[in-house]
Nanobody, 118 residues
Framework: QVQLVESGGGLVQPGGSLTLSCTAS????????MGWYRQTPGKEREMVANIAPSGDRRYADSVMGRFTIDRDNAKNTVYLQMNSLTPADSAVYYC????????????WGQGTQVTVSS
């Protein structure tokens, strides 16, 4: 069904910036509610940011003011711009399709590693 492919992860110094991308298959991307999540070993996967089809956004308190989620419907892509990164932001970041036509769903990408270290 829906395929999600993340990219853009890598090694960044504390205080640096990185932008993640997630490209989705399908022709109804403009109707998708999308999210970014992250997970470290031994911890539950946590929500980082969400964006609705309307463009409305929400963020975890830990990233508020530092991260920005955006979407480009023409490219079937959602982005996560990460600024002022700290080691606590190190994780595997996953793209998620959360909502289609008012229905809550769970489609996940394969994940991309972000490591913040000096």
């Amino acid at each position: 069904q829906v395929q999600l492919v993340e990219s853009g992860g890598g090694l960044v110094q504390p205080g640096g910036s990185l932008t993640l991308s997630c490209t989705a298959s399908g022709s109804r991307f403009s109707m998708y509610g999308m999210g970014w999540y992250r997970q470290t070993p031994g911890k539950e996967r946590e929500m980082v940011a969400n964006i609705a089809p309307s463009g409305d956004r929400r963020y975890a308190d830990s990233v508020m003011g530092r991260f920005t989620i955006d979407r480009d419907n023409a490219k079937n892509t959602v982005y996560l711009q990460m600024n002022s990164l700290t080691p606590a932001d190190s994780a595997v970041y996953y793209c998620k399709l959360e909502v289609i036509g008012g229905l809550h769903v769970n489609y996940w990408g394969q994940g991309t590693q972000v490591t913040v270290s000096s």
